[in-house]
């Protein structure tokens, strides 16, 4: 079995490799190695592979050849050098112009540009701040549904929860839209919203486009829930374009980001139209729902199962609210090291995006590796962070690592991305975080975290890696109790 291999030394040779040199799986003709990834759990077939072949090989999906590349320091500087020498692949931005996701996520080029500069305006600390006061209110309502759990004994569907709670913050801090899908019942957009990244996970590694000549009923049912997501989207739009009639200085100030694309759209020399405004609308809301959520829900599986660092937690978080109930002063937030530290940890061991497709812009190289121009580059994020070269005892949860980390450790494990792509949202995600954590450890007993089965969580991949159907168990925690 063949270590990973350092960057340094791969690019040390004096002749550069072809892919094709490369040693990979076998496959078969035609389908390549297609049957042998299953869409669920490609990162482990993929991290499979890295650990059998080192830390870079070759593979085929169907008549595509794929680079893989397990190397952190190769995956660094290839994402440095997005979106000029690597971009989104043309089948990814397919697919998502499809079922109408054209935002800033699956753009390229200058249309990239253009919308990045508006989202990152809307998710910068000083508009993040702005918010914060309605972030307090949104996790008041959390609280109050886990409250109410815990006092009738009910099971959590932690996911479910984490969703609607990520979805409302989304949509209040980007669309100014206060949805309350945490207090509402029957049919909400979270519902429909869960199923769109499974099916865009299961069309990327498809053979081929089989949708666009023949629908499977899963095909017909992802139909139905983007004809109500779109509907909602509409109706956001709709009222965001009232606001701006009723106070036509939010044209020139706008107040987040719906209010700002609408502005550049109709101001006409934008090159935005009415899809790209509903495209970042329903962007935001698929990324701002399931990457946070998913991260919170492997942080609180992971300190349920590691009672000295829940315990280091709930020191933490009550030494610093004391008798309140959450964090309500917005200070507060970064005076939290070692719950900073649990949200790596978790990052490091459950990142949302394991693996990452790339397409290559122009004739480059990867270390010593000749890389054509059109050629996908799969980056295998997570091989580097669970590698006891880098991390010692790489497989346990020890969020303590992280309090002196070196600055080599941020560029192993890189839960957002890196590069200009570098995730937009990283800095509302994590205020997320240690808002629902603080009020989970200052109300409750976390008695249980388990799968629907009663074991282990499960990962499985849907375009993100989530923890498969998490339940939670709560128990009421007196305020008066501080350790």
Not at 78 to 95: E, G, N
Not at 255 to 274: K, P, Q, T
Not at 457 to 476: D, N, V
Request: glycine share 6%; hydrophobic share 45%; aromatic share 6%.
């Amino acid at each position: 079995m063949n270590s990973l291999e350092p960057a340094a030394t791969a690019a040390a040779g004096a002749r550069r490799r072809t892919i094709d040199s490369l040693p990979g799986p076998r496959g078969l003709p035609v389908l390549g190695n297609a049957l042998q990834i299953d869409a669920s759990r490609i990162h482990h077939v993929l991290e499979g592979w890295a650990r059998e072949f080192g830390g870079y090989y070759r593979f085929r999906m169907g008549a595509r050849k794929v680079l893989a590349v397990a190397d952190p320091l190769a995956i660094n500087a290839a994402l440095k050098d997005r979106p000029d020498t690597f971009f989104r692949t043309q089948r990814v931005v397919s697919i998502g112009r499809e079922v109408g996701l054209t935002g800033v996520f699956f753009a390229n080029g200058d249309a990239w540009r253009q919308q990045r500069r508006m989202v990152m305006s809307t998710f910068d600390p000083t508009h993040v701040k702005r918010y914060f006061p309605s972030l307090v209110t949104v996790t008041e309502r959390l609280l109050r549904r886990w409250r109410a759990a815990a006092e009738s004994g009910r099971e959590i569907e932690l996911q479910s929860d984490l969703m609607r709670y990520t979805v409302d913050v989304t949509a209040g801090l980007a669309f100014g839209t206060d949805i309350n899908t945490l207090e509402s019942q029957g049919d909400v957009i979270q519902q429909h919203l869960d199923q769109v990244l499974p099916m865009i996970s299961r069309r990327l590694i498809a053979p081929f486009t089989y949708w666009r000549v023949m629908k499977l009923p899963a095909d017909r049912r992802l139909d139905r829930h983007l004809r109500e997501i779109h509907r909602a989207i509409q109706g956001y739009i709709a009222a965001a374009r009232d606001r701006m009639r009723a106070d036509p200085g939010l044209r020139e100030t706008p107040s987040n980001l719906i209010e700002a694309m609408i502005a550049a759209r109709d101001a006409g020399d934008s090159g935005l139209d009415d899809n790209d405004v509903a495209g970042n609308v329903f962007t935001m809301l698929v990324a701002g729902e399931d990457t946070t959520a998913n991260t919170l829900a492997w942080m609180i599986y992971l300190l349920s199962r590691t009672p000295v660092a829940m315990e280091r937690a709930v020191s933490e978080v009550d030494g610093l609210i004391g008798a309140d109930d959450m964090l309500r002063q917005f200070e507060q937030a970064s005076a939290l090291p070692y719950l900073d530290a649990c949200a790596s940890e978790a990052m490091r061991l459950k990142p949302v995006a394991p693996v990452i497709f790339s397409q290559a812009a122009k004739d480059t190289t990867v270390a010593d590796i000749a890389v054509p121009a059109g050629t996908i580059v799969c980056l295998i994020m997570r091989a580097g962070a669970v590698d006891a070269r880098h991390f010692p005892d790489p497989k346990s949860f020890n969020p303590a690592r992280w309090i002196a980390a070196k600055p080599a450790a941020k560029r192993v494990s890189m839960p957002f991305g890196a590069g200009p792509r570098l995730c937009p949202g990283r800095y509302l995600a994590l205020l997320e975080i240690k808002m629902v954590m603080a009020m989970l450890l200052r109300n409750f007993d976390v008695q249980s975290v388990s799968s629907a089965s009663g074991g282990q969580a499960i990962e499985q991949m849907a375009l993100t890696m989530a923890p498969e159907q998490l339940r939670m168990r709560l128990a009421p925690r007196s305020l008066s109790d501080s350790g």
